[in-house]
T-cell receptor, first 113, second 110 residues
């Protein structure tokens, strides 16, 4: 059982470049989400999805896009990378939006230079 | 906006001690609260989930309590071991999202 799989693990981008962080889960979870973790600020929600075709913004959505074409996949796109987007990104999933354990991927370390 | 605070930010204890980690939140309108463990360079692993109607949950040497009305939760670790060294985070679920604390970094000294 793979759980939540994120790729890539590490990435260095130049300012202005775009890229996609991939996230896949094999638990048939409806709820998927992306967080960023910065020192001293905890995890902050970027975007989330409650099912295929349904996405919504979290606390810090600017500069990021998401889509959910299948239950399994929830990619996060950085449109034009900025140094402020240097962070650790975590994908997470849960059976539902409320009331269930949330499972995290291993994280993606992104540096924008 | 929900704010989650964890005190202390860091804690160092000798092996075998019992310890308590604290989590407080500002809005009591929550669905549940979860405690997580994060090892360096890794993702978060869920330890305990407490629904808003529950007072506590136990798993092995871990016991988590929830007092929703006062906005507090504690994670009790019994007979600590060096393998318990990690960062512990709490998160409250408001229905739309989880709000996380910044964590308590625990070091258990052999």
């Amino acid at each position: 059982n793979a759980g939540v799989t994120q790729t890539p693990k590490f990435q260095v981008l130049k300012t202005g470049q775009s890229m996609t962080l991939q996230c896949a889960q094999d638990m048939n979870h409806e709820y998927m989400s992306w967080y960023r973790q910065d020192p001293g600020m905890g995890l902050r929600l970027i975007h989330y999805s409650v099912g295929a075709g349904i996405t919504d913004q979290g606390e810090v959505p600017n500069g990021y896009n998401v889509s959910r074409s299948t239950t399994e996949d929830f990619p996060l796109r950085l449109l034009s990378a900025a140094p402020s987007q240097t962070s650790v990104y975590f994908c997470a999933s849960s059976y539902s939006q409320r009331g269930n354990t949330i499972y995290f991927g291993e994280g993606s370390w992104l540096t924008v230079v | 906006k929900q704010e989650v605070t964890q005190i202390p930010a860091a804690l160092s204890v000798p092996e075998g001690e019992n310890l308590v980690l604290n989590c407080s939140f500002t809005d009591s309108a929550i669905y549940n609260l979860q405690w997580f463990r994060q090892d360096p360079g890794k993702g978060l692993t869920s330890l305990l989930l407490i629904q808003s109607s529950q007072r506590e949950q136990t798993s092995g040497r871990l016991n988590a309590s929830l007092d929703k009305s006062s906005g507090r939760s504690t994670l009790y670790i019994a007979a600590s071991q060096p393998g318990d060294s990690a960062t512990y985070l709490c998160a409250v679920n408001t229905g739309n999202q989880f709000y996380f604390g910044t964590g308590t970094s625990l070091t258990v000294i052999p």
